[in-house]
């Protein structure tokens, strides 16, 4: 018999097949082929091990953390120096630490009442605690917020490769002008070589390695800048921070109300905590919850470090993007190559993050407008057509929106609270009435979360719209 497997024992109990040849499987060979190249009497097929496919295999808890990590610190962290500035060192610290004990809370939550509901998306357990209705807003958020994100992303890339209308590119610095001068140019070419192919995988567990990478570089940065403010204030060579907010005119007071929904847009990553969670090897919601505190004490070092050590350098010059900053000489010896290392590092950063978000964009708009078709992970042709269509509208985005604080400023009083703060809260109060009850103390929490979200936006919203008409 010419078979692609060795010769068959029938005194064993088990069968055990062994290839020799490796392109067999390649082949598309199935399981009737087998039963025509080997004889039926010898082998039952009902019990016969799953050898065909990939192996199934979840991400572990470092894979996940690095998701989740890499979902919150993308291009948030650099609008938080300039939130320092405006916020003052001690109340801007304590927000950075109280705003990632709410979000935790709330993923905590989130996670909860998603095994609870048997939920695989976010809209999924709105749905089932809030209606149909409140689903399709979530997605809406979600995508609203998601694809601010992304054109935040480009419009960095563009600002510190192309530079400004204030900066110097890092292209013009080393080449001198160019064609690299063009902004919109740049960005499609950084889109389509390096954004791209990543952005085209199906699952999130493939990124996990491109997470962990992006997390190293964004420590990378942190160190840099903390180590230049330390040498700085040693040398006597910084002026003294603001302790405080300035309350001593409009503008400062406009400025306060804008940018508390800047810092509540910071932990937002509740969008992809269900696809984190799916993918999770030996997932459980005691596993899911430690994935959510080693992340959040990880983004409350590296916010906290980032957003003094920014203040502390450029003080009242602070920029929105405070990477727009880092085209200057710092005072110091190297301080051309560590500026280098900084700002080139932080764009291969934002490559990184970039698909991360882009997966959950990419699956809320599919389940908004394929309902009831095949899941896209086995639909590649409606994958990378999504993927496409996708890219191009946050292009066309990243060429029409000025800077990076006005696109945060509206999604932060908007998308992001809502997707953080006021879902996980009305879902917990609502799905608490049937099944898994919340503590006295959790209903408190869940009730502040919720009148808090609904604070923010409202003060964020006319923070926004005064300051447009002004």
Known sequence: MDSNYTSLSKNSSFVELELKDDNFIKDGYSKSNIEDDLDANDIDFDNLPLI????????????????????????????????????????????????????????????????????????????????????????????????????????????????????????????????????????????????????????????????????????????????????????????????????????????????????????????????IYNELEGRSPQKMNLVGRITSAICVLVYASTAIAGYLLFGKDTESDVLTNFDKDLGIRFSTPLNYIVRVGYVFHLVLVFPVIHFSLRQTVDALLFKGSVPLTESRKRCLALTVVLLALIYLGSTMIPNIWTAFKFTGATTAVSLGFTFPSLIALRLSKEGIGLSHKEKILSWFMLVLAVVVSIVGVVGNIYSLAS
Not at 98 to 123: D, P, Q
Not at 169 to 189: A, P, T, Y
Not at 244 to 261: C, E, H, M
């Open 52 to 275: 065909f496919g990939e192996k199934k295999s979840g991400s572990g808890i470092y894979g996940a953390v690095f998701n989740l990590t890499t979902t919150i610190i993308g291009a948030g962290i650099m609008a938080l120096p300039a939130t320092m500035k405006v916020l003052g060192l001690v109340l801007g610290f304590v927000l950075i630490f109280l705003m990632a004990i709410l979000s935790e809370i709330s993923v905590e939550l989130l996670v909860r009442f998603t095994v609870h509901c048997k939920a695989s998306s976010y809209g999924e357990v709105v749905q089932a605690a809030l209606g149909k209705t409140a689903k399709v807003i979530s997605e809406i958020c979600i995508i609203v917020n998601n694809a601010g994100v992304l054109v935040v992303y480009l419009i960095i890339i563009g600002d510190v490769l192309s530079g400004s209308l204030r900066h110097i590119g890092v292209f013009d610095q080393w080449l001198g002008h160019g064609v690299w001068d063009h902004r919109k140019l740049v960005i499609l070419v950084m889109l389509v070589i390096f954004l791209a192919p990543l952005c085209a995988l199906d699952k999130i567990d493939s990124l996990s390695l491109t997470s962990g990478a992006s997390v190293a570089l964004a420590v990378v940065f942190v160190l840099v800048a903390f180590t230049i403010a330390f040498i700085k204030l040693v040398e006597g060579k910084i002026e003294a921070p603001r302790m405080t907010p300035d309350f001593g005119s409009k503008k400062a007071i406009l400025d306060l109300l804008v940018v508390i929904p800047i810092m509540s847009n910071a932990y937002v990553c509740h969008f992809n905590v269900q696809p």
